[in-house]
């Protein structure tokens, strides 16, 4: 399984763009990228997944470089409610998947 | 219509009680886990069942024992609850494995005093 390693916390103003680069040099072949986004008192809400090169979808974009050692997520003009904690993780698909602590990600207005 | 729905939501007990958690998807989702995070905010898997059959068992004490009814419900039973116990669990459920995502519950903050 492989692990992940990630800034501890970010923050950022209202309208920014904020990337989240996400470290995976031991990832295998079969395993995905995927990321969480955490509020408080709630449990993780699944953001994006994505293999190789860019996947967009209505909340986040996904960058994964060609050797697939680490990821990007972006989240376009952020908004105070963006304030959370986001998990990037590694693995196939398999029934366990290894969490670290996460980015706290602070939104200011 | 909420997908993944834990009772109690907040659970606060005496040292050495006995205590369940319930779980319940109606994703039709076919594996459903237990996750435990602690204060400093690590999620950490305890078990997972596909199809009602336990394909997880993370090293947790035998006071937490799992059962698994049908492939919608999952729950959680604790035995002599200790201090160190208090935590958030959370359910959560995938379909065909986590490749596909998680979706969790909103969790069970329990507090053992």
């Known amino acids: 399984l492989a692990k992940t390693t990630q800034p501890i916390s970010m923050d950022s103003y209202e309208g920014q763009e904020v990337n989240i680069t996400c470290s995976h040099n031991?990832?295998?072949?079969?395993?995905?990228i995927t990321w969480y986004q955490q509020f408080p008192s709630q449990g993780p809400r699944f953001i994006i997944q994505g293999y190789k090169t860019k996947v967009t979808n209505e909340v986040a974009s996904l960058f994964i470089p060609a050797d697939r050692k680490s990821s990007t997520l972006s989240l376009p003009r952020v908004s105070l409610s963006d304030t959370a904690v986001y998990y990037c993780?590694?693995?196939?698909?398999?029934?366990?998947?290894?969490w670290g602590a996460g980015t706290k990600l602070i939104i200011k207005p | 219509d909420t997908a993944v729905s834990q009772t109690p939501k907040y659970l606060v007990t005496q040292m050495g009680n006995d205590k369940s958690i319930k779980c319940e998807q109606n994703l039709g989702h076919d594996t459903m886990y237990w996750y435990k995070q602690d204060s400093k905010k690590f999620l950490k898997i305890m078990f997972s069942?596909?199809?009602?059959?336990?394909?997880i068992n993370e090293t947790v004490p035998n006071r937490f024992s799992p059962k698994s009814p049908d492939k919608a419900h999952l729950n959680l039973h604790i035995n002599s609850l200790e201090l160190g116990d208090s935590a958030v669990y959370f359910c959560?459920?995938?379909?065909?494995?986590?490749?596909?995502?998680?979706?969790f519950g909103s969790g069970t903050r329990l507090t053992v005093v």
């Open positions: 959560a459920s995938s379909q065909g494995g986590t490749g596909y995502g998680y979706t």
């Open positions: 069942y596909n199809n009602k059959e336990l394909i």
């Open positions: 031991n990832i295998a072949t079969n395993d995905y």
């Open positions: 993780l590694v693995g196939d698909n398999s029934y366990q998947l290894i």
